[in-house]
């Protein structure tokens, strides 16, 4: 496996790799049409087709009783950083305004594991845990980037809409597989998540849709597993 002098964004795009995750510079690659491209404040599934610039990107984000409501790991207040600590583990952090006072200390790390999976870790210290209103990530996607609209939760199938949409697509689920780019060569890979969650679409028509799991579960940290196929 090739080394990475990084950042930390997870992402994926072109290369002759197969079946095997390969490190280079600041990406993963796991496939010719995809790779994870770390940043210190988001990663995401990246995937590039000649010029064009196409993909899903993946941040953490909470919901909290500062007056602002909601950050992510994007937002410029929270100071995101981020240090290589070896070969295969990233490790970022971030301080989220709990109130108008009190601070969460966010951290997370992303690991590349000797089993081809990438292993992501998102957790938090506050002195008012009861501040934290909502906490999960966003899984931005385009719907030109599937080969069928739809994605898949524990083996269901279910449709991604095209027109300007909010709704639930599995409630109180435990521990799901979540499929994205199904069936699509070079980009499907899923998500196992670790925890009870909510999963909703946020579709627009013209622009770049999204999905968001919300971890239900009363944690400190949400952590899940990506598995390229």
């Not at 196409?54 to 410029?76: D, L, Q």
């Not at 609209?149 to 279910?158: A, F, L, M, T």
Request: charged share 25%; with cysteine.
């Amino acid at each position: 496996m090739k080394k990475l002098l990084g950042m930390m964004i997870l992402g994926f795009t072109a290369s002759s790799f197969a079946g095997e995750l390969v490190i280079e510079k600041d990406s993963i690659h796991y496939s010719r049409l995809a790779k994870f491209a770390l940043l210190p404040y988001h990663y995401g599934m990246i995937s590039v087709q000649g010029n064009q610039f196409t993909g899903s990107a993946i941040y953490f984000s909470m919901e909290t009783k500062h007056p602002k409501k909601f950050f992510s790991m994007m937002a410029k207040e929270v100071d995101p950083k981020m240090v290589r600590k070896n070969d295969t583990l990233w490790e970022a952090t971030a301080k989220i305004p709990a109130d108008e006072k009190n601070i969460i200390d966010l951290t997370t790390t992303v690991h590349v594991t000797q089993f081809n999976s990438i292993e992501v870790k998102h957790s938090w210290k506050t002195a008012v845990p009861e501040n934290i209103r909502a906490k999960g990530i966003f899984i931005n996607y385009a719907l030109k980037d599937f080969a069928k609209p739809c994605v898949k939760i524990d083996g269901k199938e279910y449709s991604l809409p095209n027109e300007n949409q909010v709704g639930p697509l599995a409630l109180n689920i435990d521990s799901p597989d979540l499929v994205l780019y199904p069936d699509c060569s070079g980009r499907e890979f899923t998500i196992t998540f670790d925890g009870k969650c909510n999963i909703y679409y946020y579709a627009n028509k013209d622009k770049n849709s999204c999905l968001r799991v919300n971890l239900l579960d009363d944690a400190n940290e949400f952590r899940y597993t990506i598995l390229p196929k």
